[in-house]
């Protein structure tokens, strides 16, 4: 095939991506793959104040004892791990019942706490505002709480 | 439309870029994904019950590969950038690398992380037609073609899926207001993602910020974005907003604590790497010939050098090996502005 003719076929499958990936976005969410730069989109600043959303992941042990873990311990990931999984690992897409995220959670404490009996994981959605011009904090509350039984 | 197709033609087959260019970044690239991408083999062991992936082909993962499938996934991909490397099939290797990256990461974003690295896919996809291996490759000694016409129109067609790529980011962000004089999302992104573990003591820089600065990086982002695409239509427009991105991603990495490596890697594409022996040797006799007089456009360069030698500075401290490229890519876009600036014109050529 003549260089050409190949130039045309290579703009042609673009012009045609384009708006596909476009309307795909329009109407369910950002395709994979699909030719898109980060959107950014969450703008957190507005009006002098600032938010900002965090999981505070504690273990309860049957001997009455908890632990704080890090979110990014527990799931074993790394710096390569976007961060928006942590929010739907842990918050948006999980289900507290379902037996394969519970045998999981129970996997990583018997491995991360390998002399502790863990009954129970609670993680909490914390969100909290600070004041833009001198960063204090104004209000620090719990969104939601999402509690696993793994005992 | 016969003449308009004519006119199209023409505008992809011209370029600057010759096969030994294309040959060296080849090198660069596959080295890069060898050296840089992440393990897929991470997201081993994590419940089907995670998944969350976006929509596209991956919606049809419903479950999580084996640790060993991951495992296939990962050595093809290696086996695969190696081959890219030293240019042996060139064009299926760089096929089948483009192909493997974009599953490899596919998984890795199928839990609800979505990350924007599709140049490393585009690069390999576009490039397989541009003949990047018929030099300093095993298949030019196999097959002992090495003519030096290369077609063009293969880095076109990257430069404008890269355009679009960043008008993809641009629209959400008007949309989300960045434009919005009451919203300052560069400062949010700053306090969110940048505050913690800086070589710089980032409060400083917050305090010390006026607030009308942070809107004119909001607009300036969104505006840059926008421009990309704009610039495809000819090379030595497109080569500064390069440049301009290059500055940007350091930027990023530096405030935001985000290596876009994957970025800055691809960027590589559109460098003239077989020019740089001369651009040494020019710069060394100009430099040796005694020519230099102090004047507003090379004192701008040497100032933005060192701003920006500084700036790399705190971006090594701060990141890794990956930081490490985008703090090089990010000099190289510096340095090439500073000379720009420094020349104060950047030659029009309508023929490029």
């Given at each position: 095939?003549?260089?050409?003719?190949?130039?045309?076929?290579?703009?042609?499958?673009?012009?045609?991506?384009?708006?596909?990936?476009f309307?795909?976005?329009?109407?369910?969410?950002?395709p994979?793959?699909?030719?898109?730069?980060?959107?950014?989109?969450?703008?957190?600043?507005?009006?002098?104040?600032?938010?900002?959303?965090?999981?505070?992941?504690?273990?309860?042990?049957?001997?009455?004892?908890?632990?704080?873990?890090?979110?990014?311990?527990?799931?074993?990931?790394?710096?390569?791990?976007?961060?928006?999984v942590?929010?739907?690992?842990?918050?948006?897409n999980?289900?507290?019942?379902?037996?394969?995220?519970?045998?999981?959670?129970?996997?990583?404490?018997?491995?991360?706490?390998?002399?502790?009996?863990?009954?129970?994981v609670?993680?909490?959605?914390?969100?909290?505002?600070?004041?833009?011009?001198?960063?204090s904090?104004?209000?620090?509350?719990?969104?939601?709480?999402?509690?696993?039984?793994?005992? | 439309?016969?003449?308009?197709?004519?006119?199209?033609?023409d505008?992809?087959?011209?370029?600057?870029?010759?096969?030994?260019d294309?040959?060296?970044?080849?090198?660069?690239?596959?080295?890069?994904?060898?050296?840089?991408?992440?393990?897929?083999?991470?997201?081993?062991?994590?419940p089907?019950?995670?998944?969350?992936?976006?929509?596209?082909?991956?919606?049809?993962m419903?479950?999580?590969?084996?640790?060993?499938?991951?495992?296939?996934?990962?050595?093809?991909?290696?086996?695969?950038?190696?081959?890219?490397?030293?240019?042996l099939?060139?064009?299926?290797?760089?096929?089948?690398?483009?192909?493997?990256?974009?599953?490899?990461?596919?998984?890795?974003?199928?839990?609800?992380?979505?990350?924007?690295?599709?140049?490393?896919?585009?690069?390999?996809?576009?490039?397989?037609?541009?003949g990047?291996?018929?030099?300093?490759?095993?298949?030019?000694?196999?097959?002992?073609?090495?003519?030096?016409?290369?077609?063009?129109?293969?880095?076109?067609?990257?430069?404008?899926?890269?355009?679009?790529?960043?008008?993809?980011?641009?629209i959400?962000?008007?949309?989300?207001?960045w434009?919005?004089?009451?919203?300052?999302?560069?400062?949010?992104?700053?306090?969110?993602?940048?505050?913690?573990g800086?070589?710089?003591?980032?409060?400083?820089?917050?305090?010390?910020?006026?607030?009308?600065?942070?809107?004119?990086?909001?607009v300036?982002?969104?505006?840059?974005?926008?421009?990309?695409?704009?610039?495809?239509?000819?090379?030595?427009?497109?080569?500064?907003?390069?440049?301009?991105?290059?500055?940007?991603?350091?930027?990023?990495?530096?405030?935001?604590?985000?290596s876009?490596?994957?970025?800055?890697v691809a960027?590589?594409?559109?460098?003239?790497?077989?020019?740089?022996?001369?651009?040494?040797?020019?710069?060394?006799?100009w430099l040796?010939?005694?020519?230099?007089?102090?004047?507003?456009?090379?004192?701008?360069?040497?100032?933005?050098?060192?701003?920006?030698?500084?700036?790399?500075?705190?971006?090594?401290?701060?990141?890794?090996?990956?930081?490490?490229?985008?703090?090089?890519?990010?000099?190289?876009?510096?340095?090439?502005?500073?000379?720009?600036?420094?020349?104060?014109a950047?030659?029009?050529?309508?023929?490029?």
């Amino acid at each position: 095939m003549e260089p050409r003719l190949r130039a045309r076929i290579g703009f042609a499958i673009l012009a045609l991506a384009v708006p596909t990936q476009f309307l795909v976005k329009a109407v369910a969410d950002e395709p994979y793959p699909g030719l898109f730069m980060p959107p950014f989109n969450n703008v957190t600043a507005v009006h002098g104040m600032f938010s900002r959303t965090s999981f505070e992941v504690t273990v309860r042990f049957a001997d009455g004892g908890h632990a704080r873990i890090d979110t990014e311990l527990l799931l074993a990931a790394n710096d390569a791990t976007p961060t928006s999984v942590y929010a739907s690992v842990f918050d948006t897409n999980l289900d507290p019942t379902d037996p394969r995220t519970v045998a999981w959670f129970r996997g990583r404490l018997a491995v991360l706490f390998p002399r502790r009996d863990a009954k129970t994981v609670v993680i909490d959605v914390i969100r909290s505002t600070y004041r833009l011009a001198d960063r204090s904090l104004i209000s620090r509350h719990r969104v939601r709480s999402h509690q696993i039984e793994v005992g | 439309m016969a003449r308009l197709l004519a006119a199209f033609d023409d505008w992809v087959a011209r370029g600057p870029f010759t096969a030994r260019d294309l040959a060296v970044f080849r090198i660069i690239f596959a080295s890069a994904v060898l050296l840089m991408l992440p393990r897929v083999t991470l997201v081993a062991g994590r419940p089907d019950s995670f998944l969350a992936p976006p929509p596209g082909p991956f919606e049809l993962m419903h479950t999580v590969p084996s640790e060993g499938m991951l495992l296939v996934l990962e050595i093809l991909l290696m086996l695969a950038a190696a081959s890219l490397c030293v240019g042996l099939f060139t064009t299926f290797s760089s096929l089948a690398l483009s192909g493997l990256i974009m599953v490899n990461l596919g998984i890795e974003y199928s839990f609800g992380g979505l990350e924007h690295t599709i140049f490393l896919v585009l690069v390999p996809l576009t490039l397989a037609f541009s003949g990047w291996g018929r030099q300093w490759s095993l298949d030019s000694l196999r097959t002992g073609v090495t003519d030096d016409d290369e077609p063009q129109w293969p880095l076109r067609l990257l430069a404008a899926g890269m355009g679009v790529a960043f008008v993809g980011a641009a629209i959400p962000k008007m949309q989300a207001g960045w434009l919005d004089p009451t919203t300052h999302a560069v400062q949010g992104f700053v306090l969110r993602l940048g505050i913690h573990g800086h070589a710089i003591p980032m409060e400083s820089v917050l305090d010390a910020t006026p607030g009308w600065t942070w809107e004119i990086l909001d607009v300036a982002t969104v505006a840059l974005e926008l421009v990309v695409v704009l610039t495809v239509i000819h090379w030595p427009s497109f080569r500064v907003a390069l440049a301009v991105l290059c500055t940007f991603h350091l930027g990023v990495l530096v405030f935001l604590d985000i290596s876009f490596w994957q970025n800055a890697v691809a960027y590589g594409a559109f460098v003239s790497w077989t020019a740089l022996p001369d651009l040494v040797r020019g710069l060394r006799r100009w430099l040796m010939a005694g020519r230099w007089r102090p004047s507003i456009g090379s004192l701008a360069a040497i100032g933005l050098i060192a701003v920006g030698t500084y700036a790399c500075r705190l971006g090594i401290v701060s990141h890794g090996f990956d930081g490490g490229v985008t703090v090089l890519a990010g000099l190289v876009g510096i340095l090439y502005l500073g000379s720009l600036i420094a020349r104060r014109a950047i030659v029009w050529s309508p023929r490029m």
